[in-house]
């Protein structure tokens, strides 16, 4: 297991319990782990996107 994925498997379970403690906490929890990765990638300039993209194409499945 990747350590991404581990780090994905304990975000979805700090969620749901939280989801159980306060909802609103939770909410906000979540928004900023969509939020996050989606900026960080946006402030990136194009050279940066480009080999981001090029590095992802590599680990594909038959290459």
Same mark, same amino acid.
């Given at each position: 297991?990747?350590?991404?994925?581990?780090?994905? %498997? #304990?975000?979805?379970? $700090?969620?749901?319990?939280? /989801?159980?403690?306060?909802?609103?906490?939770? &909410?906000?929890? +979540?928004?900023?782990? %969509? #939020?996050?990765?989606? $900026?960080?990638?946006?402030? /990136?300039?194009?050279?940066?996107?480009?080999? &981001?993209?090029? +590095?992802?194409?590599?680990?594909?499945?038959?290459?």
């Amino acid at each position: 297991m990747t350590p991404h994925m581990k780090i994905g %498997i #304990a975000g979805v379970a $700090i969620g749901l319990i939280l /989801l159980i403690v306060d909802p609103l906490i939770a &909410l906000i929890v +979540i928004a900023a782990a %969509i #939020a996050i990765p989606g $900026i960080a990638y946006a402030m /990136l300039d194009s050279n940066q996107k480009a080999r &981001l993209r090029r +590095i992802r194409g590599r680990k594909q499945i038959g290459r």
